[in-house]
């Protein structure tokens, strides 16, 4: 059974950086879409961003456009979600799947709070 572990989340200040990551137990190289997502308290969980397999198309939401950058190494079977200009907003626990999937693992928080 696929699962995904992430890390990376923590405490950061508004207009900070984190780094996230995504490590799966399978190969990720026949995996057309991988994607990032994340639910706020309170509200239902939403895409972030998604990469296809060639690693040079991506989707982003509108709310994180030119902030985030999704990246996959299909050698290292890993997933990565650079975020920048962090705000409150951006509070959520953080997921990856494989785009349209919704077994859910653990997750990684991520507060952006002063």
């Known amino acids: 059974q696929v699962h995904f572990v992430e890390s990376g989340g923590g405490l950061v200040q508004p207009g900070g950086s984190l780094r996230l990551s995504c490590a799966a137990s399978?190969?990720?190289?026949?995996?057309?879409?991988m994607a990032w997502y994340r639910q706020a308290p309170g509200k239902q969980r939403e895409l972030v961003a998604s990469?296809?397999?060639?690693?040079?198309?991506?989707y982003y939401d509108d709310s994180v456009k030119g902030r985030f950058t999704i990246s996959r190494d299909n050698a290292k079977n890993m997933v990565t979600l650079q975020m920048s200009s962090l705000n409150p907003e951006d509070t959520a626990v953080y997921h990856c799947?494989?785009?349209?999937?919704?077994?859910w693992g653990q997750g990684t928080q991520v507060t952006v709070s002063s």
């Open positions: 799947n494989i785009l349209g999937f919704t077994n």
């Open positions: 399978i190969s990720i190289s026949d995996i057309a879409v």
């Open positions: 990469v296809a397999r060639d690693g040079n198309t991506y």
